[in-house]
């Protein structure tokens, strides 16, 4: 139902403003389609809201300002959100466009990375995130999926505001966000911060050192438990050829990132006091 729902809107003007001509993606929380935003004249990505979010004014409010916390973030490494608003039955969030692929797309594609192409894309991913966190905000949702890659090269983190906005809004203890890459306070109900979001950036580069994920199970809450309870195994014992320990950058790893992000894949970010900003 939802892509018959969806697929009405191409051809359509949202808002008087915002020409719908392709769709690019559909998720859990909403349809993101290509358009032009005819008052400036500019490609902008549409992210519309799928009816369970749409429908809930609490969302919507708690949408709003959240949105207006991330526009009024501007960083070579973060997908600029430039509009939100409702036009009838249709919530959307405007995002700057970002014309390439996603860091999920690389991972399907090649499996694990060399480490140095490895660090070279994380490397942007923590610039951002820690322009964020200065900025007092949290992404909460950090995965392959919402690390975009141009076509001429630049690295963004996208999707602020509506994924904050959703947890912001899920009752405590939900297990709100890709399982995979859940930071074990999350898990616990408790409040996200930096370091949620770094830890779900170790995570990620895990996966993008060995090609695989550090835990697996047959249902969602297993994995969730294993955050928690496990310790993540270094990426060594993964893929053998990896160095054990990185000490300088021979193997394009910088020290500063395994400093920030390596370090707090580990259950003691949990109590650790320390910031996780880069």
Known sequence: MQEQVSDQLLGSLVDGRYLVRSRLANGGMSTVYLATDERLDRDVALKVLHPHLANDQNFLDRLQREARAAASL????????????????????????????????????????????????????????????????????????????????????????????????????ALIGTVAYLAPELVLGKAADAR??????????????????????????????????????????????????????SSGAPPRILKSVLWTVRRSCLNCGTSAQP
């Open 196 to 249: 949620s979001d770094i830890y779900s950036t170790g995570i990620m580069l895990y996966e993008m050192l060995t090609g695989g994920q550090p835990y697996a199970g047959d249902v969602p809450i297993q994995v969730a438990y294993q955050h928690v309870n496990a310790a993540v195994a270094p990426p060594s014992l993964a893929v053998p050829a990896l160095p054990r320990t990185w000490t300088n950058s």
């Open 74 to 173: 501007s960083h070579p490494h973060v997908v600029g959100v430039l509009d939100q608003g409702q036009d009838g039955h249709i919530a959307y969030i405007v995002m700057e466009y970002i014309k390439g692929h996603t860091l999920r797309d690389v991972l399907n594609e090649k499996a694990a990375l060399p480490p140095r192409l490895a660090f070279a894309l994380i490397d942007p991913v923590i610039e951002g995130l820690a322009a964020a966190h200065a900025a007092g905000l949290i992404h909460r949702d950090v995965k392959p999926e919402n690390v975009l890659i141009a076509d001429d090269g630049r690295i963004k983190v996208g999707d602020f505001g509506l994924a904050r906005a959703v947890t912001a809004t899920t009752s405590t203890g």
